[in-house]
Nanobody
Framework: QAQLVESGGGLVQPGGSLRLSCAAS????????MGWYRQSPGKERELVAS????????MYASSVKGRFTIARDNAKNTVYLQMNSLKSEDTAVYYC?????????WGQGTQVTVSS
């Protein structure tokens, strides 16, 4: 069964860091471009970072470029998102999924709250 499980969220002060992890079933992870998405209350879900299977193409939304780093470990079927210099506007539920996303793959997400 296809599955994505996000973890690593929490409450952090502005300027702090968090590292998110997403464990995927092999059927999802294998050969797929993977991405991290986020959704804030009242806003549409947006793609913030993506990475191809071989990590040769990495892309970031302009709002996170220079602060977030996406990486993947294909042996562990896991994708990571290192988030530094966090801002209040980064507060959201973060999800991973393929790129383009597949509706049946959404997991529970992990809440990131940036607040003093």
């Amino acid at each position: 069964q296809a599955q994505l499980v996000e973890s690593g969220g929490g409450l952090v002060q502005p300027g702090g860091s968090l590292r998110l992890s997403c464990a995927a079933s092999e059927s999802i992870f294998s050969s797929n471009r993977m991405g991290w998405y986020r959704q804030s209350p009242g806003k549409e879900r947006e793609l913030v970072a993506s990475i191809t299977y071989g990590s040769s193409i990495i892309m970031y939304a302009s709002s996170v470029k220079g602060r977030f780093t996406i990486a993947r470990d294909n042996a562990k079927n896991t994708v990571y998102l290192q988030m530094n210099s966090l801002k209040s506007e980064d507060t959201a539920v973060y999800y991973c999924n393929t790129v383009p996303h597949r509706d049946g793959f959404w997991g529970q997400g992990t809440q990131v709250t940036v607040s003093s």
